[in-house]
């Protein structure tokens, strides 16, 4: 059990949460509301609402605290994430890749990209199978590898699904 350091909850990261890449925070809304300075109102936490991933409306998507099946949300409609969720694992290729939109200044290896995912993938083939993954949305040019150090960063300032979605 990890302690979230916005809320002071206990949490757990498994493969049905949606969690993985919020490290050190029990969900995206912890996340976001450290970033944004949120703090409780009569003891409750306030909804924060966030631009969609997808079709990038600004404060169209819920962040409520208490609803578990939303405060890791990025999508403002079921149609927007049903755009990300078509074909061949782009859903799975863009969990593979949120750490570089969320950690915008950083550079991943795919081992690294692995342990942001490991609920939710087998340890000894994970990081060769994020390798192969990336490798057209790199050819796309929707993120950027450095060859020299094997890593992977996402540089635009618009969100990585809505840049997914033009090849989708
Ligand atoms: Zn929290
Ligand atoms: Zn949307």
Known sequence: M????????????????????????????????????????????????VTCDVCETPESVKLDYYAHTRKNGRFCSTSCYQL????????????????????QDRWFT??????????????????AAIASSLRKWVSRGVITKDQDSNSYNYCRHNPLASEMIKYI
């Open 2 to 49: 990890e302690t979230c350091n916005h809320c002071k909850v206990g949490f757990v990261t498994a493969a049905a949460n949606r969690n993985h890449c919020y490290r050190d925070y029990c969900s995206r809304y912890c996340f976001e509301a450290e970033e944004n300075n949120i703090q409780q109102v009569n003891n409750k936490w306030p909804v924060q609402w």
């Open 84 to 103: 990300l969720n078509s074909g061949r694992r782009n859903y799975r290729q863009f969990q593979y890749m949120l750490p570089l939109q969320i950690y």
């Open 110 to 127: 795919a081992k690294e990209l692995a342990q942001y995912n490991h609920s939710r993938m087998v340890a000894s083939n994970s990081a």
